[in-house]
């Protein structure tokens, strides 16, 4: 397999992740501009595990993961029992302020007579685990992958289960919801929980595939990328933000002739899907339409 | 079973609800009438805890739930249907149903695989159930906003059925409705009647409220001007000229 793809599959996986995490919380209602601050935060705490801790890369991904649900858990119980615009603005600036605290973050320690951890804004360099195993750009490309499997299975089995239910019902009417005897704030933290979850996998394998991490790629402008994704493949499943990635990257980026419009055309397919397909090209009513003609097909 | 003692609902100025007293017996359907504005809707919050209650009390199988938030009176047994209809529409008939009827507090017991996916088989039984009764079973895997419009008052007060409530407030529930279907709905409302279920319907549709209520209340400006059965309620001077508008029928209705 050719390098250049190679590389440009790994991002797609990658920044499926996080596609997914902004996913989860439009399914509750949440619009979060700050997704890549998880993302960010697992990406140096499996970076240093692995790097300077001496961790194996498993385990190192499992703590980075843990450590950004737990930064999400915190940021979701006090913002999320205000309704409204609050919860953007808050995450907006979370992420900003995470941003600006690994620019400052300075921890270093010596490995083989070399300086070796995060370094202010000159970033952290050396996350040098899938060289040093002699893992292979495509065996690396194809964990990427196994581990999306793995969470989209998950997310099926979400949607089928009443947990799902619940958290599409917060997203579409928190007042009836509560109701119906719902616990909305309970859930939603559980939602952001779990989004930090997924976007914490996603920044673990980012540290691990470009052995280099630095503050300024977590910028606001990835935030709103992962947001849009979802909104663009569809809210009705999780393929939905896959599509998204996969017209961002795998499409519009690939090609060479509108590579300096890409953003124009990104945010054009934006506003254009705003206005027509305000729920994305897959939402909950195109999804349960493909879902009835498969089962008959099947019966 | 349910007793408002000088229940107000002051929203600014307008006194939306205005000391109201009344008592609604286990068993009866009992009617809430009145103008546009009157006050009806308010109450049906008030009672089910959506709005705080301005001064007065409420009391529910001889508890205080003047203050309880909606879950709480939902767990109390009072389940409601909406003037507007307000349904998940993005989930499926049965998720509405399913989800509905595991808000309720005994089914934590039921174990985490039935609780979380797909339920026990009792469950799901009482949800083929509930899917008859509303006449949806053909369409138990549609979205909610994709049924008719008759099919979603239907399924909605199959939602409020699914608590497992010992009382039902209905807002309007034959809004919009044809003949025939108002029919229907008073057949389905009298047979749950039948199986025991407490009612408080608030309707403009004279018909239904004629023929299927034990026991009549008429608001005008937040406050009770009569109450008594179908009869007397139809030959009350006050209720014709506030109600009826003019010294007519009071057969006629106003939908
Ligand atoms: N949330 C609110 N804020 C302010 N005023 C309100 C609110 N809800 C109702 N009102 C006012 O309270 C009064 C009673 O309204 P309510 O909806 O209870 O009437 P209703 O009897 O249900 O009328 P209808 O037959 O039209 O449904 C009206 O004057 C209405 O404008
Ligand atoms: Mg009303």
Same mark, same amino acid.
């Given at each position: 397999?050719?390098?250049?793809?190679?590389?440009?599959?790994?991002?797609?996986?990658?920044?499926?992740?996080?596609?997914?995490?902004?996913?989860?919380?439009?399914?509750?209602?949440?619009?979060?501009?700050?997704?890549?601050?998880?993302?960010?935060?697992?990406?140096?705490?499996?970076?240093?595990?692995?790097?300077?801790?001496?961790?194996?890369f498993w385990p190192g991904l499992a703590w980075g993961t843990a450590v950004a649900a737990a930064a999400a858990v915190l940021v979701g119980i006090p913002t999320l029992r205000i309704r409204g615009l609050y919860f953007s603005i808050a995450t907006l600036a979370f992420a900003e302020?995470?941003?600006?605290?690994?620019?400052?973050?300075?921890?270093?320690?010596?490995?083989?007579?070399?300086?070796?951890?995060?370094?202010?804004?000159?970033?952290?360099?050396?996350?040098?685990?899938?060289?040093?195993?002699?893992?292979?750009?495509?065996?690396?490309?194809?964990?990427?992958?196994?581990?999306?499997?793995?969470?989209?299975?998950?997310?099926?089995?979400?949607?089928?289960?009443?947990?799902?239910?619940?958290?599409?019902?917060?997203?579409?009417?928190?007042?009836?919801?509560?109701?119906?005897?719902?616990?909305?704030?309970?859930?939603?933290?559980?939602?952001?929980?779990?989004?930090?979850?997924?976007?914490?996998?996603?920044?673990?394998?980012?540290?691990?595939?470009?052995?280099?991490?630095?503050?300024?790629?977590?910028?606001?402008?990835?935030?709103?990328?992962?947001?849009?994704?979802?909104?663009?493949?569809?809210?009705?499943?999780?393929?939905?933000?896959?599509?998204?990635?996969?017209?961002?990257?795998?499409?519009?980026?690939?090609?060479?002739?509108?590579?300096?419009?890409?953003?124009?055309?990104?945010?054009?397919?934006?506003?254009?899907?705003?206005?027509?397909?305000?729920?994305?090209?897959?939402?909950?009513?195109?999804?349960?339409?493909?879902?009835?003609?498969?089962?008959?097909?099947?019966? | 079973?349910?007793?408002?003692?000088? &229940?107000?609902?002051?929203? /600014?100025?307008?006194?939306?609800? %205005?000391? @109201?007293?009344?008592?609604?017996?286990? *068993? !009866?359907?009992?009617?809430?009438?009145?103008?546009?504005?009157?006050?009806?809707?308010?109450?049906?919050?008030?009672?089910?805890?959506?709005?705080?209650?301005?001064?007065?009390?409420?009391?529910?199988?001889?508890?205080?739930?003047?203050?309880?938030?909606?879950?709480?009176?939902?767990?109390?047994?009072?389940?409601?249907?909406?003037?507007?209809?307000?349904?998940?529409?993005?989930?499926?008939?049965?998720?509405?149903?399913?989800?509905?009827?595991?808000?309720?507090?005994?089914?934590?017991?039921?174990?985490?695989?039935?609780?979380?996916?797909?339920?026990?088989?009792?469950?799901?039984?009482?949800?083929?159930? &509930?899917?008859?009764?509303? /006449?949806?079973?053909?369409?138990? %895997?549609? @979205?909610?906003?994709?049924?008719?419009? *008759? !099919?979603?008052?239907?399924?909605?007060?199959?939602?409020?059925?699914?608590?497992?409530?010992?009382?039902?407030?209905?807002?309007?529930?034959?809004?919009?409705?044809?003949?025939?279907?108002?029919?229907?709905?008073?057949?389905?409302?009298?047979?749950?009647?039948?199986?025991?279920?407490?009612?408080?319907?608030?309707?403009?549709?004279?018909?239904?409220?004629?023929?299927?209520?034990?026991?009549?209340?008429?608001?005008?400006?937040?406050?009770?001007?009569?109450?008594?059965?179908?009869?007397?309620?139809?030959?009350?001077?006050?209720?014709?000229?506030?109600?009826?508008?003019?010294?007519?029928?009071?057969?006629?209705?106003?939908?």
């Amino acid at each position: 397999m050719d390098d250049h793809l190679v590389g440009v599959l790994s991002n797609i996986g990658m920044i499926s992740f996080i596609a997914l995490s902004a996913y989860l919380l439009l399914i509750v209602g949440e619009i979060s501009f700050g997704q890549q601050a998880f993302f960010a935060i697992s990406a140096y705490a499996s970076g240093i595990a692995t790097a300077m801790w001496g961790w194996d890369f498993w385990p190192g991904l499992a703590w980075g993961t843990a450590v950004a649900a737990a930064a999400a858990v915190l940021v979701g119980i006090p913002t999320l029992r205000i309704r409204g615009l609050y919860f953007s603005i808050a995450t907006l600036a979370f992420a900003e302020m995470v941003r600006l605290v690994f620019e400052v973050f300075k921890y270093q320690v010596e490995i083989d007579g070399e300086m070796v951890g995060p370094d202010g804004s000159d970033g952290f360099r050396d996350i040098r685990y899938i060289f040093e195993n002699d893992i292979t750009a495509v065996e690396y490309m194809l964990m990427i992958y196994g581990l999306l499997a793995a969470v989209l299975c998950a997310f099926f089995l979400l949607e089928r289960s009443r947990l799902g239910s619940i958290f599409r019902m917060i997203g579409q009417d928190p007042v009836l919801a509560e109701m119906q005897g719902i616990d909305v704030t309970a859930y939603k933290i559980l939602a952001l929980g779990l989004a930090g979850l997924v976007a914490g996998i996603g920044g673990g394998l980012y540290a691990h595939l470009t052995t280099f991490v630095e503050p300024k790629i977590f910028n606001v402008m990835l935030g709103v990328h992962s947001l849009a994704y979802g909104l663009i493949g569809g809210l009705g499943t999780a393929f939905g933000p896959l599509i998204g990635v996969a017209i961002d990257i795998g499409f519009l980026e690939s090609i060479r002739a509108i590579s300096g419009y890409r953003m124009i055309a990104f945010g054009g397919l934006v506003a254009v899907l705003l206005i027509f397909r305000p729920r994305g090209l897959l939402d909950e009513a195109a999804v349960n339409w493909i879902r009835l003609r498969l089962r008959r097909r099947h019966a | 079973m349910l007793a408002l003692d000088g &229940l107000s609902k002051h929203f /600014g100025g307008v006194r939306a609800v %205005d000391g @109201l007293d009344l008592e609604v017996r286990q *068993g !009866e359907i009992f009617g809430l009438i009145g103008p546009n504005g009157s006050g009806k809707s308010t109450t049906v919050n008030l009672i089910c805890g959506v709005f705080p209650v301005t001064t007065g009390e409420i009391r529910f199988e001889g508890r205080n739930i003047t203050r309880a938030p909606p879950h709480v009176c939902l767990a109390a047994g009072i389940a409601r249907t909406f003037q507007n209809i307000r349904l998940f529409g993005h989930l499926s008939v049965w998720q509405n149903l399913w989800v509905a009827q595991n808000a309720m507090a005994d089914r934590k017991a039921s174990g985490f695989l039935n609780r979380w996916f797909g339920g026990s088989a009792r469950a799901r039984q009482e949800v083929e159930a &509930l899917l008859e009764f509303a /006449g949806v079973a053909a369409k138990a %895997d549609d @979205l909610a906003g994709n049924l008719s419009f *008759g !099919e979603q008052r239907r399924l909605e007060l199959a939602r409020a059925l699914a608590a497992k409530p010992s009382l039902l407030l209905l807002d309007e529930p034959a809004a919009g409705m044809n003949v025939e279907e108002v029919g229907q709905l008073r057949e389905r409302l009298a047979k749950l009647r039948d199986d025991g279920m407490t009612i408080l319907l608030v309707e403009h549709v004279m018909e239904l409220v004629m023929g299927v209520t034990d026991r009549i209340a008429v608001l005008n400006f937040g406050q009770k001007i009569a109450e008594g059965t179908p009869e007397e309620i139809q030959n009350d001077p006050l209720v014709r000229e506030a109600y009826l508008g003019a010294p007519q029928s009071a057969g006629g209705g106003n939908a």
